[in-house]
């Protein structure tokens, strides 16, 4: 059977010495290349939604692959899907990276310029291990296809357009419909989910920023269970903590979060950080959240402009969500969609400030009355996004279990 090896390659000169050299190697199946770090996780969580048997059995990253530093990537790579084995091609061989590159998961690492010799033992070798994993898997029954759980990342426009909001209810949603759900405040310094559920907390996010293989047991130490059932993973209360939270730490804790739960929603807030970028970039599903105003849509064409110029996400890949949105406006969905080049979100959230008031001034956004027409708008939003499941027994009178409140979409599948 031949081996299925997927470069990932991001330097033009360096795909073409890579590809040619694993072309002749005994039973190789080179794939076409992917050039850089989110096109190599695209491409092995839409094989491994198919069959785990899609995955190629290796995966060669080249040292200078990005926008995801290399050993990142390769950790990810590892953690997402262990049944592929990933060779580092580097030009530093030294101890130090091969003891860095096995710590993050890979299976080996051939030296540049590249050798026909050693890459050719180097492949055999992890082919090899590979093969043996997924025969392994495939006894155990229930082989792991690496996708894990949702992670979906609500970001704002601007300061004020509601994204936390919208990040609670529809982490809310999808604890509610029996999914494990985790809300993470990825907005370091000015995060307020803990203000919104009325949580007082002594753990954060910042605490397991500094920590490089996060167990189960650490990550249940730093979470906090609300009286939902919703996991919280905070904010740091002091907010010069954030700093300690960087793009590394934060692609570790979401990996980590990903394995452990169905669904993950970050709010990354309105100011960009290294954090929030690389939770964005990881995403499966990224949320913008504008207000039908000049101000709030030209905000969101900034923001989509600067994630397309930092390789964070192209504008297809976003999905814009309107808040407060009424008939009598100028600014609908389809003009804020030619506006930034994105998806718009089918469902729109209308503007009832009233509702929400008392429960924001509280501190209990998670006792919003099941007829809001706010709540219905964001839950309805969950179902559009897939976070929600709802299984026959739970569907009562168009209700999530575990919430007093009607859903909008169920009614819609329910007819």
């Given amino acids: ?120 033992n180097r492949v055999q070798a992890v082919a090899q291990w590979s093969v043996g994993v997924r025969r392994h898997l495939g006894h155990g029954g229930d082989a792991f296809t690496g996708v894990g759980g949702t992670v979906v990342t609500v970001s704002g426009a601007k300061g004020g357009v509601g994204a936390t909001l919208t990040a609670v209810q529809l982490a809310l949603a999808s ?4 999914r494990s759900t985790v809300l993470v405040d990825m907005d370091l310094q000015t995060g307020d989910v803990a203000s919104y559920l009325d949580v007082q907390f002594r753990r954060s996010v910042a605490d397991l920023a500094a920590i490089t293989d996060i167990s189960p047991r650490v990550l249940a130490d730093a979470v906090f269970r609300h009286d939902t059932g919703l996991a919280l993973l905070l904010a740091p209360g002091e907010g010069e903590r954030g700093e300690e939270v960087t793009d590394r730490a934060a692609r570790q804790i979401v990996s980590a979060l990903r394995s452990r739960y169905e669904t993950v929603v970050v709010d990354c807030g309105a100011q960009l950080s290294g954090a929030g970028a690389a939770a964005v970039e990881m995403a499966d599903t990224a949320l913008l959240v504008t207000t039908p105003d000049v101000v709030a849509v030209r905000g969101a064409k900034r923001t989509v402009r600067m994630w397309d110029r930092l390789q964070i996400r ?28 994105t998806a718009v979100a089918a469902t729109a959230v209308p503007a009832h400030f009233k509702e929400l008031q008392a429960v924001v001034d509280a501190g209990r956004v998670h006792e919003l009355d099941h007829k809001s027409v706010v709540k219905q708008a964001l839950w309805t939003l969950a179902g559009e996004l897939g976070l929600v499941k709802a299984p026959a027994g739970d569907r009562k009178g168009g209700r999530l279990r575990g919430d007093r409140g009607s859903v909008g979409f169920l009614r819609r599948r329910d007819g």
Avoid: W
């Fill in 314 to 341: 192209k504008a297809e890949e976003t999905t814009v969500v309107v808040n407060r949105h009424t008939r009598g406006t100028e600014i609908q969905p389809p003009l804020i969609q030619r506006i930034t080049g």
């Fill in 1 to 120: 059977m031949p081996t299925r090896i997927l470069p990932a390659v991001g330097d033009a000169d360096a795909v073409r010495s890579v590809t040619t050299l694993l072309s002749q190697l005994p039973d190789a199946e080179p794939v076409t290349p992917v050039v850089d770090s989110t096109q190599l996780i695209d491409t092995l969580a839409r094989l491994a939604a198919e069959s785990v048997d899609e995955l190629p059995e290796v995966v060669v990253v080249h040292e200078r692959i990005g926008p995801v530093p290399a050993l990142e990537l390769i950790r990810e790579v590892a953690l997402r899907f262990p049944a592929v084995g990933v060779i580092l091609v580097t030009s530093d061989a030294s101890p130090g990276l091969f003891q860095a590159a096995m710590d993050c998961g890979a299976r080996g690492l051939v030296a540049l310029p590249l050798s026909y010799e050693e890459l050719a």
């Fill in 175 to 178: 604890q509610a419909s029996g």
